[in-house]
């Protein structure tokens, strides 16, 4: 669905997320979603991973990036990709930056993409000043009210529920990992290269 074309009743809804979102903005306490008759794995660390043949597909997430561009992740099918949800206001964040953007130069030659989803920076500035400060050179939507967050992923997936979190997106573009903390760069890898190596 369009998020231009989105039901007035998912307002409310985007409104009662995000404040979700803000109660466990930068929690770090790596807990993690799934259970019930879900079929996640969830390790001791707060990663939660789907089986391939388990994952869910995330709706539209598609916008304007902080330097403004238009940016689909669909366009993105037949790569990974890594969507971290993150605030230039987030300590977490800034702790996890450095080893996003070193990772993503790493594996950028064995098909990854890294996108962010800045959020709740009510201005471009700080975002800006926050990726040229880390030296993030991927592209970052921009989701200051969290729209792209609580619309763009199915109720029950591997969906996002606090800053930072990080989605990862298999070859199909499907959801096949989350993370609710701030990931270092061993982490990331833990999660990226098997998805690398799936065929």
Not at 36 to 63: C, H, L, Q
Not at 153 to 173: C, H, K, M, Y
Request: charged share 25%; hydrophobic share 40%.
């Amino acid at each position: 669905m369009s998020l231009s074309r989105a039901p007035r009743t998912a307002l409310p809804a985007a409104l009662a997320v995000a404040g979700a979102l803000a109660l466990t903005a930068c929690s770090g306490n790596g807990m993690s979603g799934g259970g019930g008759d879900t079929n996640f794995v969830t390790d001791t660390g707060g990663i939660s991973t789907a089986a391939k043949g388990e994952r869910a597909a995330p709706y539209e997430i598609a916008g304007e990036t902080l330097d403004g561009k238009h940016l689909d992740i669909a366009d993105l099918k037949g790569k990974v990709v890594v969507m971290n949800v993150w605030g230039s206001w987030c300590p977490p964040c800034r702790a996890e930056a450095p080893h996003f953007s070193k990772v993503a130069k790493e594996t950028k030659d064995k098909g990854v993409e890294f996108v962010g989803i800045n959020t709740r920076d009510p201005n471009k500035g700080p975002a800006l000043a926050f990726e040229k400060d880390y030296g993030i050179e991927y592209p970052s939507l921009y989701d200051t009210a969290g729209k792209l967050i609580v619309n763009g992923f199915p109720r029950g997936s591997l969906n996002p529920q606090a800053i930072p979190s990080t989605i990862v997106l298999d070859r199909e573009g499907k959801i096949a990992a989350r993370s609710l903390k701030a990931l270092d760069a061993a982490e990331l890898r833990k999660i990226i290269d098997p998805l690398i190596a799936e065929k």
